[in-house]
């Protein structure tokens, strides 16, 4: 069966780091990404990559400090996070998916989701 799982979450000072990692298992997948919801807010695109880990592409508020990678023979997905901000404060989650969309930054285009892991960024 598919699952796909996050890890890595927790509390950090601002201008700390942080690795999350999504262990998708059943199947492979060509899209993985990461979302992120704050409460009272709409979840937010963060990042995605492709099967061969040479497209990604990243949200405004966090190119420049986040990093998309994927191990395929882990089957695994890591989103590195440098110089946190409290804003970066959310539950993150994992998403896969079998196409390339070109509104992959919707949440509604990706079919498979983890379950979240939280993110929490102390001033």
């Known amino acids: 069966q598919v699952q796909v799982v996050e890890s890595g979450g927790g509390l950090v000072q601002a201008g700390g780091s942080l690795r999350l990692s999504c262990a998708a298992s059943?199947?492979?997948?060509?899209?993985m990404g990461w979302f992120r919801q704050a409460p009272g807010k709409e979840r937010e695109f963060v990042a995605a990559?492709?099967?061969?880990?040479?497209?990604?592409d990243y949200g405004d508020s966090v190119k420049g400090r986040f990093t998309i990678s994927r191990d395929n023979l882990k089957n695994t997905v890591y989103l590195q996070m440098n110089s946190l901000k409290p804003e970066d404060t959310a539950v993150y989650y994992c998403?896969?998916?079998?196409?390339?969309?070109?509104?992959?930054?919707?949440?509604?285009?990706?079919?498979?989701w983890g379950q979240g892991t939280q993110v929490t960024v102390s001033s």
């Open positions: 998403a896969a998916d079998d196409l390339w969309s070109r509104r992959r930054y919707l949440a509604t285009e990706w079919g498979y």
């Open positions: 059943g199947r492979t997948f060509y899209a």
């Open positions: 990559i492709k099967w061969s880990g040479g497209n990604t």
